[in-house]
């Protein structure tokens, strides 16, 4: 067995996904004896959506879940006031889903582990991990069972409380703010339209009270209650006009803003949860542990420890910029509730998050634009060279690297690499070839002249070159060899 993932929420699931399409030997344990049933992290990120584009699973996900509607505001006045969370953006060539999407996140869940199961894939429930020790052999895995198992790697994607990051001696540096705290339900009720997030502020106008979300694809709704006890209270006392029908999962969150000092110990890999928490504010943590996984996933089947090491030089400070965007507005919720709700700060969106100037980021020209080694790749609608349409992240999809060929002969890379030319219309079309018949691929990577972008399995931009010759020391260098 090569890996085995301790926990399967959203992050273990999508490393599981990732794992499973590439035929590496893995398991997954999940200490619950059931799936996760709460609507916890409702908000999936435009960027997380294009992960789930390229696992296959982006039609379940935009079935099953809606835009954020709008906030109703109900002031201790008696009226009522609407703001948006974010304006609604319009999809772009380059960017084809640009507003967050809500699905509770039992549904997350559910779709992920749905499509691990028709791939093959299983989930061992009732089963954790409660010690383990690490030698030349491999890390030695005591499971809750009794059985000791042996793998190459163990990733802990085990939440907050991580017994693995504990096991291996990580710290978890951060603060727990213990009188920051918010009951959080799933609730049936009647009196209230769905066509709307609805908001009781506090007596100062600001501060929240109670606020009520209406669930997509469901009869659900999502309470949260700064500070309540008890959810028939708060809803009898704030807003009497509504009854409620059923009380299910229910939760007391306390703020708590942590991150782990390392991201690897041995063999040993850290991720979600289990690597940093943070406030709901900004919908930050569910998606920051899917990339996580997404990160991880092809360079767990690479092997290559150098390749590995890569992976806490990236994403750490990822979840550390993440960890202070939503401490920041965490601090704002205390002030102003709806405002620190709102979503329209462009990095909420993970797009623009990168990872320029990393190990594996190289860019040979000379004069590069302004879409660089290490951005996330850009898609845009094309056509094949029978002038069936096609877009850029077709061509990405899967688990290979994709050399985009811009103008440029095309090269093969050998196994484990696809080659695909950019061609402007007119010019000659290979059957393999991406006829560029509006400019739209060249504009979003910004390229003029002929160019090669090498890009990593995870859909962000490795190698950027006009010269050929620079492919393959930096596939050297990361202990992949191509051959031609």
Known sequence: MDVLIAGAGPTGLTLAIEL?????????????????????????????????????VIGEFLAAGADYPVLRVHRPDGTDMELRLDEWHRPTPAVPYPNVWMVPQWRTGELLAGHLAAAGGHIEYGVSV??????????????????????????????GRSTVRAAVGVGFAGRTYETHTMLIADVRLTGLSRDAWHVWPGTDGRSQRLGLCPLP?????????????????VVAEVAPEVTLTHIGWTSRFRANMRMAERYRAGNVFLAGDAAHVHSPAGGQGLNTG?????????????????????????R?????????????????QQEDAAEAMRRDDPVLRQLSLNYRGGPLAADHRTRPGSVRAGDRA???????????????FDALRGPQWTLLAFDAPAISLGDGFRT??????????????????HGHAHDAYDVHTPTYVLVRPDNYLGCVTDDPADLDPYLRKLGLTASR
């Open 20 to 56: 499973q399409r590439r035929g590496v030997p893995y398991r997954i344990v999940e200490a619950s004896a059931h799936p996760f049933e709460g609507s916890r992290g409702k908000g999936l990120q435009p960027r997380t959506l294009e992960v789930l584009d390229d696992l296959g």
């Open 130 to 159: 409660t010690a383990l020790r690490q030698d030349d052999d491999g890390v030695h895995i005591t499971l809750s069972s009794g059985e000791v198992v042996t793998v190459r790697y163990l990733v802990g994607a085990d939440g």
């Open 217 to 233: 694809g469901t009869d659900l709704w999502q309470l949260t209650a700064p500070l309540a006890e008890s959810v028939a209270d």
């Open 290 to 314: 899917v990339q996580d996984a997404y990160n991880l996933g092809w360079k767990l089947a690479a092997g290559d420890d150098a390749l590995l090491d890569t992976y806490e030089a990236e």
């Open 316 to 332: 750490l400070p990822v979840a550390a910029g993440v960890l202070g965007i939503s401490t920041r507005l965490h601090h704002l």
């Open 378 to 392: 850009p898609d845009a609608p094309c056509h094949d060279s029978s002038a069936f349409p096609v877009r850029i």
């Open 420 to 437: 695909v030319p950019i061609v402007r219309p007119g010019a000659p079309a290979g059957p393999d070839s991406i006829v560029d018949t």
